[in-house]
């Protein structure tokens, strides 16, 4: 079962950008459908933004026109750009594959100024 490495996140000043990188242990070119998601500090894990294996994307109505995600399925990597952000993006973030509840250990995005 391929697993994910997510890196890229950080402090960062409201109106900042950052961009995820998501790594995955072997080829994702077959995977329908990736997401990044978030958890938040006493909230649920959200789906932020997702890809299918065509193209096709998808948002959380809070982060539409901020944040892009791409996939380059050569080097088995998925990427979350994100821009303008906000107090209410710090999260842990992580990334998945559909029908998977292995996750990895995801990684730490704070928005403070």
């Known amino acids: 079962q391929v697993q994910f490495v997510e890196s890229g996140g950080g402090l960062v000043q409201p109106g900042g950008s950052l961009r995820l990188s998501c790594v995955g242990s072997?080829?994702?070119?077959?995977?329908?459908?990736m997401g990044w998601y978030r958890r938040a500090p006493g909230k649920q894990l959200e789906l932020v933004a997702g890809?299918?294996?065509?193209?096709?994307?998808k948002y959380a109505e809070s982060v539409k026109g901020r944040f892009t995600i791409s996939r380059d399925n050569a080097k088995n990597t998925v990427y979350l750009q994100m821009n303008n952000l906000k107090s209410e993006d710090t999260a842990v973030y992580y990334c998945n594959r559909d029908g998977s509840s292995t996750w990895g250990q995801g990684t730490q995005v704070t928005i403070s100024s």
């Open positions: 890809m299918e294996r065509r193209g096709a994307t």
């Open positions: 072997e080829s994702i070119a077959s995977i329908y459908f």
